[in-house]
């Protein structure tokens, strides 16, 4: 068949075709839009007889380009993001959890390793804080959380519209340690290694710090909270980099760009839990971690019970109660 | 009876094309064309977005600035939204492209040609940070270069590409002129070409045309001068009657 009688037979099949892909595109899909695929097959069909008889290039080019935007309708990758984030924050997240048991567990023992070692050296041997901490950044601290201020936190004294404040400075702050954190990873893993062990041993330095020049009831109330979330999801920024890493160094039988792809791919939904996580700690952190009236016993059995929360949602949430039909 | 005309060699057309194309088959059994977009244009884009963002974070600071803490509560918020989410946001809700992509023609799609998603965009634009290292993009410029279809560090992660929007081509019209008649059956990629030398000849200057054309006056057995109405009137002969 001649180019052109081709061209005649079908053109106001394709003109109704981009029509229809306009309609989709704009998110208004039409009545009609229940015979999309068939004519989504049937304008694939023309290209390849296009391509395959050597019609001009002009004419292949249009059909490819509708064939295009056809396939990106039809294969695109639907996400009700709504529900999906129920779905994900109810049962899915705790599950990858899971699943990932291994390089969360090398994060966990890594982060609180260093911080409980560090804590530790510096509580028994106060001048080590100075290895890691300069002067000024002790000093700092130290006036955070003197005993005298009347609202804690990285603030001090505020008025409470300054709880905006935080919150912002929190939010802004953590994800940025969270994430590089998580980016790290693709340096084979290092960086995440790095930022694991540097946050580690600051937090173990200050906590051990403060608690040996007897500032205990305020620095622990104030942490013990948010810590909850705080440090989990640290841990788990980490442990999303410590897969991409593990994904580059071995590979298995994948090519190393395949594996890394199929292990960012989970990585971010680990990364996607610890915004969340991040979030509910910034909350805690400016709204109920820096207010000093609850007395020090309160804080302790709300922070506690944070902590049992947490860990029962990653031990128990998402497990189905009847076996999969 | 004339000896059969000599066909072009095979060689002539059927060599691997050296472009940048990149090929996506899809479950239909067509192939699919992207065209992957490299570093300059995607630099440029990045620079809009980066003066859009600026903007942006300057105009809020002014407009925030007199609420004291609140406005800076506020500011620190806004720029923890531009820094990280700006791409993401956009990106996603806005068929891949950011306001510098747009620009630059450019969009953002999964490796099969699709439409981006969350988990890929955030993947992609978390892990820039890695890309910024050790400094000015170092790494994301040397694997966009050392890529086939110019993916950074991020693109790699996230299985996504960067490539030229399609734009409709205009339609061209072919040359009044007779329908002359095949001197042999040619492949389809030699009707492609006799076609688009056609439909493209009102683009080319007559030197250039004459040149062209010359390159097959020996196979066609035409002297020089009239290879050029030959060719054409061959293309109208593939074309078939209007």
Known sequence: ?325 | MPAPLAKPSADTFRQPLLDTRHLVETPEGIDLVLHPAGLVPRALAFAVDLTIRGTILLLAFLALGPFGELGMGLASLLFFLVTWWYMVLFEVLNQGCTPGKQLLGLQVVHDDGTPVGWAASLTRNLLRVVDLLPFGYTLGILSCLAHPTFKRLGDLAAGTLVIYRERPQPRPSLPEIDAQPLPFAPQADERRALLAFAERQAGLSAGRRRELAGILAGPLRVPEEQAEARLLGIARELMGPP
């Open chain 1, 1 to 325: 068949m001649k180019q052109n009688s081709f061209e005649h037979r079908h053109q106001a099949e394709w003109q109704d075709f981009a029509r229809r892909l306009d309609a989709l595109e704009r998110g208004r899909p039409g009545a009609d839009s229940r015979h999309f695929p068939a004519a989504y097959r049937r304008l694939c069909r023309h290209l390849a007889l296009a391509e395959e008889r050597g019609y001009s290039s002009r004419l292949v080019d249009q059909l490819q380009q509708l064939a295009l935007r056809g396939h990106r309708q039809f294969y695109r990758h639907r996400n009700p993001l709504g529900a999906r984030c129920l779905g994900f924050l109810l049962g899915g997240f705790p599950r990858l959890v899971r699943e990932e048991w291994r390089p969360v567990l090398a994060a966990s023992l890594l982060f609180y390793g260093c911080l409980l070692g560090m804590g530790l050296l510096v509580y028994l041997f106060p001048e080590l804080v100075y290895s890691l901490l300069d002067p000024g950044q002790v000093a700092q601290m130290e006036a955070m959380y003197d005993p005298d201020a009347s609202r804690l936190g990285r603030f001090g004294e505020r008025s409470s519209a300054a709880d905006w404040m935080m919150f912002g400075y929190y939010v802004m702050n953590n994800f940025g340690i969270a994430f590089q954190t998580f980016a790290g990873g693709l340096l084979f893993g290092l960086g995440s290694l790095f930022f694991l062990l540097i946050n580690g041993l600051s937090i173990g330095a200050v906590a051990g710090h403060l608690s040996d020049i007897g500032y205990t009831g305020t620095f622990w109330p104030f942490v013990i909270g948010h810590g909850a979330f705080e440090l989990t999801a640290i841990t788990l920024a980490g442990a999303a980099g410590l897969k991409l890493g593990w994904a580059l160094c071995a590979p298995g039988r994948l090519r190393r760009s395949e594996a890394l792809r199929q292990a960012a791919e989970r990585s971010v939904r680990l990364v996607a839990g610890v915004l969340f996580l991040l979030l509910i700690a910034a909350f805690v952190e400016a709204y109920w971690s820096s207010m000093t009236f609850p007395g020090a016993a309160l804080k302790y059995t709300v922070g506690i019970l944070l902590w049992l929360l947490v860990a029962a949602y990653f031990l128990l949430a998402g497990r189905p109660r009847h076996a999969p039909e």
